[in-house]
């Protein structure tokens, strides 16, 4: 079944803006991911947060994580044309060993 | 120089076919996987092999069997295919699933469209 629910489903801002994408999630957690998926293309990792971190930076992306609330957001920070991309939150969970993805959110960046 | 590669990138077929894709990674990792992605993107996994052994198969029809010969390579066969195999089938793999730190690094997807 599905573990991570996405919001919003779309999201369309101008370049420049900040980007704030949420995901929630069901069971505990050991760590969670965040992913990117340009058109046409593969999974590209981005970054990783673990179940005892609160906040992870990484270059323009801020991930927090709140395991209380079962929840995750991705904060992209002066987007570009070029973050226009699909964006996914995956839970891992240890006695599954797997990744499991949410719905994602379609980020479009406009000039 | 190309980590995790999938072959072919695009395949059409008939209901009633058997076909094969295959994938191979140069990472070094032990742990590779299959995912199908909707056309929704909604991206579910399938399988997984860690060393050549299956360690994931999730509730996936018997049409559908992983091979790994190595564990740089895993293939997946479909047999009488359906419509509803119609997806992007995405390989990835991992340095290793006994660790709790698991970043995948993800194919280019095989986009199969069954008429």
């Known amino acids: 079944s599905q573990q991570g629910e996405e919001d919003p489903q779309a999201l369309s801002i101008q370049e420049g803006e900040n980007a704030t994408m949420n995901c929630s999630y069901k069971?505990?957690?050991?760590?969670l991911q965040w992913y990117r998926q340009n058109s046409g293309r593969g999974l590209v990792h981005l970054i990783l947060i673990r179940s005892n971190e609160r906040e992870k930076h990484s270059g323009r992306l801020r991930v927090t994580l709140d395991t209380s609330k079962k929840s995750s957001s991705l904060l992209i920070t002066a987007s570009r044309a070029a973050d226009t991309a699909s964006y996914f939150c995956?839970?891992?969970?240890?006695?599954?060993?797997?990744?499991?993805f949410g719905t994602g959110t379609q980020l479009k960046v406009e000039l | 120089d190309t980590a995790v590669s999938q072959t072919p990138k695009y395949l059409v077929t008939q209901m009633g076919n058997d076909k094969s894709i295959k994938c191979e990674q140069n990472?070094?990792?032990?742990?590779m996987y299959w995912y199908k992605q909707d056309s929704k993107k909604f991206l579910k996994i399938m399988f997984s092999y860690n060393n050549k052994e299956l360690i994931i198969n999730e509730t996936v029809p018997n049409r559908f069997s992983p091979k790994s010969p190595d564990k740089a390579h895993l293939n997946l066969h479909i047999n009488s295919l359906e419509l509803g195999d119609s997806a992007v089938y995405f390989c990835?793999?991992?340095?290793?699933?006994?660790?709790?730190?698991?970043?995948?690094?993800f194919g280019p997807g095989t986009r199969l469209l069954v008429l």
């Open positions: 069971t505990s957690i050991n760590n």
């Open positions: 990835a793999s991992s340095q290793s699933v006994r660790t709790s730190q698991e970043t995948q690094y």
């Open positions: 990472l070094g990792h032990d742990t």
């Open positions: 995956a839970t891992f969970t240890g006695g599954g060993n797997k990744l499991t």
